[in-house]
Every structure is written in C-alpha cells, then in structure tokens.
C-alpha cells in the first residue's frame, strides 16, 4: 500500500489565509521528504473551508520545491473553465513537471461556485463536464484543422499555417496525457462508472463508511466491462480518509475531538445535508440524522489513534473493500503543527511498512 495526500484544503474560515497557505505548502514538503507518492489538490472559490481557488498556480509553486511526489489537481472544476483554457494550462504545467503531474476532473459540489459561475442544476452541469472533459482530450490528441459542435461549447481551428506556427497548440508532455482521475462521492456513483468506463483513476471520498465505498470499486469495473477497458487492476484505486495518529488513543481522540479535524468534518457533514446526501456517511439507513454527530464522525467516519490502532482500522478498510493500491490521507489544518507533522511520521514510518 502507497500513502499520499488530498488536500481540500481544510481550514477555519476565520484563520488567516496566507498562513493557511503557507501551512499548506509546508505540508507537501513534508509529504515529499516523507516518501509519499502524491497528493492532489483541491479547487473552490466561494468555501471558506477550502480556500485554494486556482490549484495549478499553487502545484506550480510547489513543483521546484519538490523532488520524488506527483502532484495532481484534485479536482480540476471543468464547468467552471473553458475547456480550452484547461487543455492548454494543465499541458504546460504537465512540461513543468516533466510529467510529475496527475490530472483530476470534476463538476465540483459548492453552490455558491455554482451561482458565482453562473452555472444550472448539478445534474447539467453533469453533462456539461462529461462534454469538456471530451474537448480536453480532443484538444490534447488532435491536429488543427478541427471542430468540435457540442451542447455547450464549440471548438475549432478552421486552418493551420505551419510557417507560421499557427494552429499549433501545446501537447502534454506524458503522452498521449497525463494519468486522469475522477472522485467518487455517492455510494450509487455514476462518476465511478464514467471512470471506469474511460479507464480514469478512481479516488473515493473520505466520508463514505467502508461498505460504501467498496461499491465504488463494483461500479468502476462494470463502468470498464461497458468501456472494453482491461479488467481493473485494484493498485489503481485512491481511497481518502481522514487520519490522526497519535501517541496513543486517548492522546490521538481528544486532539480530533477539540478543535479544526472535527470542525471540518462537521462542515462537510452540512455539505453533505445541503445537498440532501446525509445519507452518505451513515452506516445504516435507519440511522438517524441527529446520530451523525462529532463523536460518530471520529470514531466511524475518520481514522483516529494510535499507531496499533490506525494500522488495526486501515486493514479493517483493505478486507472490507478488497485491496486498494493508495490510501490518501485527507490534509487537516495544523492548528497544532507538532501533533500534525508527527502524525504524518507516524503514518509514513510506522503505520504503512506493516500494511499489505
């Protein structure tokens, strides 16, 4: 099993942000000397909470800064850029890193986005993403002239004039492009269907309990059958989680339970409500809303302990789910800096080595 990073980020809106966003940058610093293998890096514009707004400007900060991780956007919002504006600015960020770069796409879930853009209802923009995502790749695969007529985006180069260069618009440089990924969130997910149907990486989401996210990894592979896709192999699949180790259980469960871990799981627990997914993090139906709460969030949702504990739960998630190649350790706000970068070690050195 490999660890790497998910960085939303998650932050109290209150914090200062330039010291968030130096938190951050720090934080893949460590995660590179550390040996994990990559971390991907989340985009919004109106969340407090996650307050990076433009993740390639900031993987673009990190990539002379890093040596050995692989960096990704996780996820590159595409309803909320022209299509041809994601094509050639991941393109040349691709050339930076000398394909040390992982992309990922999404429609992305904050409604305030949606009405700061302009943008319709979630299930359009569904459409409108799986259109982009085709121009990305026409743009990334095709020679000038073409033309691309969609439902909500027309493309085109009409002519190239070689002498002049015109025409010509930047490849990546992994070719034919870098590895793609697509996050899963509901349990019935067609976004894990789509991946695996366009052979994409599969990243589930840290708030579904364990049985919910093996059905991820079922609709990834019927999603590949109906694709003609080789049959999956399970190294390929990212499950986040969000993941304190501490110096013992009790150490480890009172620093989650007072201050930013818990308080950004109860934002995403009302991000989830809003968008009428309470459901999602429950592990019976039946189960009442008022259940979902900072102790049930702690103890079922997140991973949190020592480092026998920690080690105990992620084999528990490996069985449960079958195998996965990448656990990804959700980045928390280093309300205490110590604590979080000793988590990491902890992660990094102790916890991984003992696990399949």
């Known amino acids: ?21 130096e938190e951050d940058i720090e934080c893949i610093l460590l995660a590179d000397e550390l040996g994990f293998s990559e971390a991907w890096i989340g985009q919004h514009h109106t969340a407090g909470w996650e307050p990076i707004p433009s993740n390639d400007v900031f993987i673009a900060n990190l990539l002379p800064q890093t040596k050995h991780i692989r960096l990704g956007t996780g996820v590159t ?5 022209h299509p041809v504006n994601v094509a050639v600015r991941l393109a040349y960020l691709d050339h930076l890193a000398k394909g040390r770069f992982n992309v990922g796409f999404g429609q992305g879930g ?7 853009f302009d943008l319709p209802d979630p299930g359009t923009q569904g459409l ?43 490849k990546p440089y992994q070719q034919p492009h870098p590895p793609i990924a697509m996050s899963i969130v509901k349990e019935e997910s067609m976004a894990a269907t789509t991946g695996g149907r366009r052979g994409f990486i ?17 609709l990834y592979c019927e999603g590949a059958a109906q694709g003609d896709q080789p049959e999956p192999d399970r190294s390929v699949w990212r499950i986040s989680r969000s993941i304190f180790v501490g110096e013992s259980d009790e150490e480890a469960r009172r620093h989650a339970l007072n201050g930013p871990f818990i308080g950004s799981l109860l934002y995403l627990r009302g991000m989830l409500d809003m968008a009428g997914m309470l459901d999602l993090p429950k592990q019976h139906p039946e189960m009442p809303d008022e259940a979902v709460d900072a102790d049930y969030l702690i103890d079922n949702i997140a991973i949190v302990g020592s480092v026998d504990t920690v080690t105990r739960k992620l084999q528990d998630l490996y069985d449960v789910t079958g195998g996965f190649g990448t656990i990804l350790m959700i980045a928390h706000d280093w309300d205490d800096k110590a604590r979080m970068r000793r988590s990491m070690e902890l992660m990094a050195r102790e916890v991984i080595p003992r696990l399949p």
């Not at 904050?110 to 700061?116: A, S, Y």
């Open 202 to 218: 599969p990243i589930s989401i840290n708030m579904a309990p364990p049985h919910k996210v093996n059905r991820h990894w079922e």
């Open 110 to 116: 904050v409604p305030t986005d949606w009405g700061l």
């Open 1 to 21: 099993m490999k660890v790497g990073k998910f960085m939303m980020p998650l932050h109290p809106p209150e914090k200062d942000r330039t010291q968030t966003f």
């Open 77 to 81: 919002i595409i309803t909320q850029h």
């Open 128 to 170: 409108m993403a799986l259109e982009a995502m085709d121009i990305v790749l026409k743009l990334w695969q095709e020679e000038a002239p073409f033309e691309f007529k969609g439902e909500y985006w027309n493309v085109r180069i009409d002519q190239k004039v070689p002498e002049l260069g015109l025409g010509q618009l930047l």
